[in-house]
């Protein structure tokens, strides 16, 4: 309904703020930090350079949603742009990821950082999905049907690695975590702690299982109608494709918010 893609659509773009303000905060942290030495690697750069891209591709992956809902609202076809809104956020993923693989983090944080870089690994080849996915509807707008078996081919491919990913046994989080995938159903137990971080959770992994059913069944489709409709057009090779240019639409030089730099409590109050 309008009202519930209104509702996401304000949620989404709540998420864009919060996520913005949570990279600024880091970026202003780590100026204030700086050329300090510390016995943590909290506040070590390549840290907070992680958290700084982290937060920003969630926000992009926020402002992606949100433009998603829009276009849903308002019935218009703007899947060209929102296969780049897409793909801006790969690039930050894929840095917030070289970043986790750090001497200094991994040295330190070597589970924690483990966990993030899966996330983060999964996150990546899921918006290109959806960027190939938006594409290929744009293709198909276009009437441009081997473009659009291509796209959905070069969709298909990356959803496939997706699930791929997830479900390799090679890395495991402990050493006694043999044969288990990263994508595991999260049952509570009785008195026991949650844990810390969630490695993929389940919703994500049905999204790229749905998403993969219907390329799938659109892929063989459009082949069948090209074959029988259209003409038999030529299906393009990978080269022949124009990559798709990442569109970011969060501010990387967004400035720490005024309220956020006075602390509203007085820190370390009674520890003298």
Known sequence: SNNNNNNQKEAHK?????????????KYCQLAVSGQNFDSADLSDPSLEFWQHTMLAMAQTSAYQMAKAATHNSNSNNNNLLSYIAMGAVPEYNEALRLSQHPLLRSNMP???QKYGIQLKFHSLWMQARAEYHQALHERQAKRWGYEIKRLELCQEKL?????FVQNDD???????????????????????APAVVVVDDDSVLSVQRLLRWVQDRTAQANRDNSL?????????????PSIP??????????MPETMKTPKVPLFQGLQ
């Open 14 to 26: 709540q998420a864009v703020k919060h996520y913005q303000n949570a990279a600024a905060a880091m």
């Open 111 to 113: 589970k924690s950082m």
């Open 160 to 164: 496939n690695e997706c699930l791929q």
């Open 171 to 193: 890395n495991t989080n402990t050493k006694n975590d043999k044969k288990k995938n990263r994508f595991k159903p999260h049952h509570k137990k009785h008195n026991a702690p």
């Open 229 to 241: 409709s259209y003409g038999g057009e030529q299906i393009p090779h990978d080269q022949e494709l």
């Open 246 to 255: 990442p569109k970011l639409i969060v501010r990387m030089d967004q400035p």
